[in-house]
Nanobody, 119 residues
Framework: QVQLVESGGGLVQPGGSLRLSCAASGSILTIAAMGWYRQVPGKQRELVAAITSGGSPNYVDSVKGRATISRDSAKNTVYLQMNSLKPEDTAVYYC?????????????WGQGTQVTVSS
């Protein structure tokens, strides 16, 4: 099992920046990829950015050029730096980890952190 704890959300003005953190614990060596998703009421959860264990990132088109996902292996932490924030970035952001443990795929989620972009 992998446990994820997010932090760093809050209220930000349009054009501002923030950094989300996701600390992983448990069977971290079984993690193949980690990512950040977001969800607004009434809509499906969408992938924002992901990074593989090898360090390859990918981003949803709406955040390309504004977001950077990175990982600190020593701290078992993944970060999402977001700049030039827009009101449409407002959502609950969830950390996600995917991997395989004892031959069984897992898909773990954090509790979510609210990001509100508003003046």
């Amino acid at each position: 099992q992998v446990q994820l704890v997010e932090s760093g959300g809050g209220l930000v003005q349009p054009g501002g920046s923030l950094r989300l953190s996701c600390a992983a614990s448990g069977s971290i060596l079984t993690i193949a990829a980690m990512g950040w998703y977001r969800q607004v009421p009434g809509k499906q959860r969408e992938l924002v950015a992901a990074i593989t264990s090898g360090g390859s990132p990918n981003y949803v088109d709406s955040v390309k050029g504004r977001a950077t996902i990175s990982r600190d292996s020593a701290k078992n932490t993944v970060y999402l730096q977001m700049n030039s924030l827009k009101p449409e970035d407002t959502a609950v952001y969830y950390c996600n980890a995917k991997g395989k443990l004892l031959g069984v795929n897992f898909n773990s989620w954090g509790q979510g952190t609210q990001v509100t972009v508003s003046s």
